[in-house]
């Protein structure tokens, strides 16, 4: 099994930065891919960006392009968002994802326990 615990959520208004972290635990041997979900209240999660674990391939969703960055730390088992100018769109519950292939599944492996990000105007 593997164990994600996402931190950094919180509430910002829009323009401001936040940044999200995964801490990766267990069968980390099984990880081929990392990323971040998000859910807005009564809608599916959809994958807002991706990397893999150990190499630099990464997605991004077009709404997010140029303001959010991805990044891992494969050595210290550690994932992370940067997301700057964000927006009330972006309000969400974000959700770190583990998958054993890249690109991510629609339903990763493994998910965290969700934080929230809201953005007000």
């Known amino acids: 099994q593997v164990q994600l615990v996402e931190s950094g959520g919180g509430l910002v208004q829009a323009g401001d930065s936040l940044r999200l972290s995964c801490t990766v635990s267990?069968?980390?041997?099984?990880?081929?891919?990392m990323g971040w979900f998000r859910q807005d209240p009564g809608k599916e999660r959809v994958l807002v960006t991706a990397?893999?674990?150990?190499?630099?391939?990464?997605y991004y969703q077009d709404s997010v392009k140029g303001r959010f960055t991805i990044s891992r730390d494969s050595a210290k088992n550690t994932l992370s968002l940067q997301m700057n100018a964000l927006k009330p769109e972006d309000t969400a519950v974000y959700y770190c994802?583990?998958?054993?292939?890249?690109?991510?599944?629609?339903?990763?492996?493994?998910w965290g326990q969700g934080t929230q990000v809201t953005v007000s105007s």
């Open positions: 990397i893999g674990w150990s190499d630099d391939l990464t």
């Open positions: 267990g069968r980390t041997f099984d990880i081929y891919g």
């Open positions: 994802a583990a998958d054993r292939q890249f690109p991510l599944r629609a339903e990763p492996a493994y």
